[in-house]
Each structure stands twice: as C-alpha cells, then as structure tokens.
C-alpha cells in the first residue's frame, strides 16, 4: 500500500515537472512585482489590513477558479481517488507548473492536508512593515486552491498557518474539505 | 471555403455549453455544416446537455463517464465534459478521426485565450473574433490538409 | 500604506534568474485588471490605473536590474531584456518626428492571452500621459533613470500589434546631437 501511494507520488512529481517544463516562462521577478503592486494597491484602497486580507483571498479565488482548467487541460491527470491524492496533484503538478516550485504534501488526511512551502514567487525580495505585520500576504493561494477546487466539486477552507513574510521557516497553508458538491441540473425552464 | 464532397471526414461544427447547459460557443468550419439560426442553435446545445445527462443516468455503471460518441448516417458527434462542467462537443463528417484529441486541444484553448481574458466573464458567450477564434481556425485548417 | 523592500542581498541577485509560467503572470495580470475595472468608471480611468501599477514596479524592477548589471552605463535594452526576456520586436523611429520611437511588439507579454479588449492593457507597460518629469509606468520611469527621459504611451496599430511610443524630452535630443 505504501509502496503505492509512493509510486503516484514520484509519477506526479515528474508529470508537473514535465508540465512546467512545456509551458512558457516569464521572469520571477516581474511576478512578484507585479504582485507588490497589487498588494500595496490593496492596501491604499482599503487601508485596513484586515479588509486587505479577505479582498487578497477574494482575488485568489477568482484566479483559481480559472486557473485549474489549464491545469487540467494541460497535464493528463486520472480522477482523483482521494482528497490526499488531491493533494498531491496540487502540490507536484499543480504549483510545480504554475510557480515552478516544489511543495510538500504534510499531514494529510481524508478531509485536511497541509502544504508547505519553502520558496514562495510571490515574496521575492519583501519585508513587511511594523503596521502590516498581520498582512497575510500570501493569501492569495489560500484564494487560488479555494476557487479551484471549487470548480471541481469540492467546497474547502485555507487559511495561511505560517508564512516566511512573518518571520517562519516555511510557508504553510491548511485546507479542511468542508463538502463534496453534488452537481445539479439546473432546468433554465423552471 | 470551397465545397468538398462529404465522406473526408471533415470537421462541420464546434459548440461548447456553460456550467448551466447553455450555449456559449459556435463554429461552423464547414459549408457543409447545419444552417441553424442562433436560436435553434441554443437549442440544439441545450437539448444536447438534457441528453448527455439522461445518457449518464442510463449508465449501467457508475461512474459514468458519459456520453461521449455519437455515430448518425450522416455524420458523428464527440463530445467532452471538462472537470469543471464545461461540455464541448463538435460534429463531423462520418470518417473524420481523432475528434477526441480535437477537443482536447480545444479545452487548452479555452483555458488560455478565453479564460486569462480578463474581459470574459465565466459562463457568458464568448465573443467572436478575438483570439480564440484565430486558435480555432488555424487548428481545423491543420487538421483539414492532413486529409 | 506603503510595503518595504528589503534591499536584496547578494546572493539572492546572484542565483540564477528565476521564472515562473507566463500563465502564472497572466491570471495575476487578469485580476489585476479585473479589480482595477471595478474602482474606475471610463476606459480611460482604467488606463491611468493601470500605468500607475506600473510605475512601482518599473521602479523597483530598476533598483534590482541595476544592482544586477552593475555597470553605470545603464542600456535601456539591456534593463527591457531582464524584465521582459527578449527584444521587443523592433524599434523603429517615427517618421517626421525628431523625438518620437516607436517599439512595436506583436505579441506583447502582457496582452498574450488577452483580445477584444476596450482598452490595451501595455499601459501597464508604458508610462503616462502627463508630460515630464516621467513619473510614469514602468518603461517610463526606467527610460527616466537610464537618462533618456521620455513620455511613452500603448497603441494599437493595424495588423492588430501593440506599439509603445516613446517621446522623448528635449535635453535627450540636445544631448544626442553633442555627442554626435
């Protein structure tokens, strides 16, 4: 049984590795300032670093619901057989091939895993000041997995555990499986 | 386009329906296609989402993966569902191949010039002209002069 | 409010450049413009927000590609390649005009995946409308720094390219001819 889910493990560590390499490239950088641009825009129009959070997450969320047909589209993936065989198609191949990173799967179980992340595009070159100390700045993948996973009938809640930007080692990011959505025919007749 | 004789296996068709089974695409690649207006096309792409749902009932084992092909007289219909519940489904002349590596080179479309359009809204008809279209054309082409 | 950056330290510049999926940028881009459509109400609006990003980041993709280049001669292809990772497709200079060019790219970065669009999103790319000093948009604040500075603006033109015109001030001109 190990033994297997090792197999699947090493088999989607190169599919993403495979999938990013077939895709075309931008610099980090321009990523990451593109980002602080977003985030210090966040802020200027909030002012609240609280209300900054939740809109940060909300942005996510609408990229991630677009975000996992390319994934899917692009890298041949078999259904999942369950949430921690999600889990690792999240982390192998799905940030492998849009962030280029390597993630490791921890803790997971039928309805919660944890990704830990210790290079994170995002935050290339940033330090947070006194008064955005609570800033959750890598929120936006808490967004990106929760919208995604949406779109394939999963409801789930992210939270950022840890986060490099505060001081820890790695970046860390729960998702609790909250509901499998059933899909529904919705007859526009009625 | 100038008329080729059917029996090619050419590609007539592309439709692809939202979440909801509403239409949001069509092409026509042939003149050999349908002529239906837009409304019988919405129809059409409704009626289709209905059947595929009942085929998926029907389905002496679940789960399913529902219906997929579809062999007429006159010509064949693949379909795909995506993950996400996009349904996209072409229709062909009867000997046309390999309709099922078509849509999927045709999700890969969707998902980068419709998707990373920040000026389409998910669920709503795609528009025209733009880059998707360009994909579209260029692709059935390709396909077209390997016959 | 604003974010500190941390001065990067010497290793970091020094490991290779990384990079990220096109698309990664593209559905950040995407929601970027998205939420910046939301808090404006004209096109034009949209376009000025839009410059405005670019700014900060044309400001600090500077500061780094300076540090990285160490040299004081600052070539302005040389600080567009290390953002950009290519030539733009070509620079032309405008006819009849002593100070206007023009680069014209066909597929910019940042209108990849992007068409039918009511405005052309390389205003991120480019600088401001405002007239000099060029405290505006990425390519305009690195012109700036690089001493050429210029106003730059994103167009379409017919065979549906991008071109960023670039207009650049007086005293580069005057300075051109001495050293001619």
Redesign the interface.
């Known amino acids: 049984m190990a033994s297997e889910a090792e197999r699947k493990k090493v088999a989607l560590r190169r599919l993403g590795d495979a999938t990013f390499s077939k895709v075309d490239k931008v610099s980090a950088e321009l990523f990451s300032l593109t980002y602080g641009a977003v985030v210090t825009q966040l802020l200027k129009d909030y002012e609240d670093v609280a209300a900054a959070n939740v809109q940060l997450e909300k942005m996510g969320y609408n990229m991630g619901v677009r975000m996992v047909d390319e994934l899917l589209a692009k890298a041949s993936l078999a259904q999942c057989a369950s949430f921690s065989e999600t889990a690792e198609v999240v982390a192998k191949v799905g940030f492998k091939m849009f962030l280029g990173v390597n993630v490791e799967v921890a803790a997971a179980t039928s309805s919660e895993f944890r990704l830990l992340l210790s290079e994170n595009p995002l935050a290339e070159f940033v330090e947070l000041p006194e008064e955005c100390s609570k800033l959750e700045y890598s929120g936006l993948l808490c967004g990106v997995l929760r919208g995604a996973l949406e779109m394939v009938q999963m409801r789930v809640e992210c939270s950022l555990l840890r986060d490099t930007l505060w001081g820890d080692e790695v970046t860390e990011i729960r998702v609790l499986l909250k509901e499998r959505l059933v899909e529904e025919f919705v007859d526009d007749d009625e | 386009m100038a008329y080729r004789p059917a029996r090619e296996g050419n590609l007539l068709s592309l439709y692809i329906n939202n979440r ?3 239409l949001i695409f069509h092409r026509d690649f042939s003149p050999n296609a349908a002529k239906l207006d837009t409304n019988e096309q919405m129809q059409l792409a ?1 009626t289709f ?2 059947l595929a ?1 009942i085929m998926g009932q029907l389905a002496p084992s679940r789960p399913s993966s529902g219906m997929q092909l579809l062999e007429a007289d006159g010509f064949l219909l693949q379909s795909f569902d ?5 349904k996209f489904f072409l229709t062909a002349e009867p000997d046309a191949k390999g309709l099922d590596l078509v849509l ?1 080179e045709v ?2 479309y ?4 419709v ?5 389409y809204e ?1 669920d709503m008809p795609i ?1 025209k ?4 279209c360009q994909k579209l054309d260029r692709m059935v082409a390709q396909v077209q002069d390997r016959r | 409010m604003l974010k500190l950056r941390r001065p990067p330290c010497f290793s970091q510049l020094c490991a290779a450049q990384r990079v990220v999926s096109q698309s990664a940028f593209a559905f950040l881009f995407s929601e970027m413009i998205q939420y910046s459509q939301t808090r404006v109400n004209t096109a034009d609006e949209l376009i000025a927000k839009l410059e405005d990003a670019g700014v900060g980041v044309g400001r600090r993709a500077l500061e780094l590609a300076c540090w990285r280049e160490r040299s004081s001669k600052r070539e302005t292809r040389a600080l567009w390649k290390s953002l950009f990772g290519a030539h733009a497709d070509s620079l032309q200079k405008v006819q009849d005009s002593d100070d206007e060019f023009m680069i014209v790219e066909k597929e910019p970065l940042v209108n990849a995946f992007i068409s039918s669009a009511p405005v052309n999103c390389a205003a991120f790319v480019a600088g401001g409308r405002t007239p000099s000093p060029p405290e505006s948009g990425r390519l305009g604040r690195r012109l700036a720094a690089a001493q050429f500075p210029a106003e730059v603006s994103a167009h379409d033109n017919e065979e549906g390219a991008t071109v960023l015109l670039i207009k650049f001030a007086p005293e580069v001109l005057e300075r051109e001819k001495r050293q001619a």
């Open positions: 909801a089974g509403g409704s989402s209905g749902l995506s993950p996400t519940g996009i999927r999700y890969t969707y998902a980068d010039y998707l990373k359009n920040p000026f998910m528009q002209g733009g880059k998707f």
